[in-house]
């Protein structure tokens, strides 16, 4: 039982992910501002070398280019599929799991890309920035702790 609600808080999460670009889209109150990920901060905060610069762009560049794409409809079709099956008078757990279980294949394809990122970019480091990227990204990985 403990499993299936993490599944759904899971799933809700990954539909939330997926469906605020579309809400933040439609309130042009604020002008659109850059988006800028801990990696960025930590990356920028690193003095790269030229050359470092260069392979760290090639390396975002190629993530970007082969990274898992979302299918907004798919993601629609499957949210529609877990209000379904939420809704029906007997709960058909089999079906839920095939719905939590392309979800959760989705996430982990994109969590491997980006960590593949994240080493791929360590590995271009020196030792002292090899140092402090790992603080820096201990840090942003506690919330700033």
Do not use: W
Not at 26 to 39: E, I, M, R
Not at 55 to 77: C, F, G, P
Not at 100 to 117: C, F, G, W, Y
């Amino acid at each position: 039982m403990k499993s299936l609600k993490k599944s759904l808080c899971v799933l809700t999460a990954s539909a939330l992910l997926v469906t605020a670009p579309f809400v933040s889209a439609s309130s042009p109150q604020q002008p659109p501002q850059p988006a800028v990920s801990p990696l960025q901060m930590v990356i920028a905060s690193l003095n790269l070398s030229e050359e470092q610069h260069a392979e760290v762009i090639s390396l975002i560049e190629d993530y970007q280019s082969d990274r898992t794409k979302i299918d907004m409809n798919s993601a629609i079709e499957l949210k529609k599929k877990q209000v379904a099956l939420v809704t029906q008078p007997d709960f058909n757990e089999a079906e839920m799991e095939k719905v939590i279980d392309t979800v959760q294949a989705t996430e982990k394809s994109m969590v491997m890309q980006e960590m593949r990122l994240k080493n791929n970019i360590y590995n271009v480091l020196t030792e002292e920035q090899k140092e402090q990227f790992k603080t820096m990204m201990k840090s942003a990985l506690s919330g700033g702790k």
